[in-house]
Every structure is written in structure tokens, then in C-alpha cells.
């Protein structure tokens, strides 16, 4: 399947789930969801592929168990490649709002976090990382991810890096608004050019933290 761009009818799709997320709207709107949606994320993951590794689309009911908000489904599409060394992510994602594109960690382990702490700290690779995000913020990405309140256990708080010490996850992210573009062939162009520009954040993070030497958790 070629991506030629998602469908007309995405933001009024995701506009109408966020006022009716109900099993009746799921299903008199599933096929606007797998053929203007779903179908439309696949082809963009597989054309991207060749750079960036293989994809996949992420499952759209919600994990409601532990949360105390039971609506049963995403109100957005995204999509994950696990990077060229299969390791980071890059993130794609559609929904009323319009596109998200983002690279980096989003989950980590303890011995992860401990890697990324000791290279941060390291002024060598602390200021090549810094020098990569500041680039990123020129480039008018956010930078994001979870973060302790306090310093973590170890460093001082008057590190000159504290604020990245801080941090648990790691990622880049832009966004843009709906646009015409967004129902064309020019997202993929779009998607490639912000993962090309989250590349040196995310090499940065498979050199010096890599996957988990522990079990996934489950």
C-alpha cells in the first residue's frame, strides 16, 4: 500500500470519539478508522522503513485496568519504528489536534537510568548531549520526558547538568497543527525530516544507555 497521506475524515473521527468514546461510535466508525487511519499509518511506517527499521501501529482500545479513566479507546493513532539499531524509538502519531512526530526513550529500567546518570554527569558526553538538545530547540522541539522533583541520590545539586540528571526518560517531540498537508503524501516528507533532525538524540542514547540488561516487565 502507498502512503498517499491520511484520510479527509481523521479529524472528524477523532473530534466525534472525544465526544462519544463509546463501544456504539467504535463501531459505526471503524471503517473510517481502518481505511482513513490505521490503513494510512501502516503505509507511512512501511515507506519509512528502509531509514528507520520496521514499525508498527499501536493497538487502539485503552489499557483501562489501573486507571480511573475507563473510556475504552485512544483518542489518537500512533505509530513506533525501533530505530537502526533497534534499540530507541521513533514516534509517530495522529489525532484531532493533528501530527506528533518524537525520537527518543520513553520507558526505561534502573540500570538504564544509572547509564544515562553516569554519562550525563561525564563532561565529555554530558555537553555532547546538552550541545544535541540545545540544537533540537532551535529546531523547535520540546524537550521532554519524566523527571525526579529533587536531585537524584548521589549528585549535587549544583551540578551544572542537574536539570538532565533529573531526568528518568528522554525524548524529543514537535508538533503540527491540522493541516491540508496532513491528507497528502507530504506528511511522509514531513515525518522523515523531524526523524533525521531526533537522530543525534537518539544515537546519543543507544551509545551511552542501550537496551536493559534486565527482564521486560510485564
Known sequence: MTFRGFGERLIDFYEGLEADNSKAYWTDHKAIYDEQVRGPMVALLAELA????????????????????????????????????????????????????????????????ERFREAVADDRRGCELQRRLEALDREGFDIAGGQLKTRPRGYDANHPRIDLLRHKTLYGQRRWQPDDWLHTAETANVVRAAWRKLGPLADWLDDHVGASAQPARR
Open 50 to 113: 528502509d531509514e528507520f527499521g520496521d514499525g508498527k501501529v499501536f493497538r487502539p482500545y485503552r489499557d483501562v485496568r489501573f486507571s480511573k479513566d475507563k473510556t475504552p479507546y485512544k483518542n489518537h493513532c500512533g505509530g513506533i519504528v525501533s530505530g537502526r539499531r533497534g534499540l530507541g524509538g521513533y514516534y509517530v502519531q495522529v489525532s484531532a489536534e493533528g501530527l506528533l512526530v518524537a525520537a527518543g526513550y520513553y520507558d526505561t529500567n534502573p540500570d538504564q537510568v
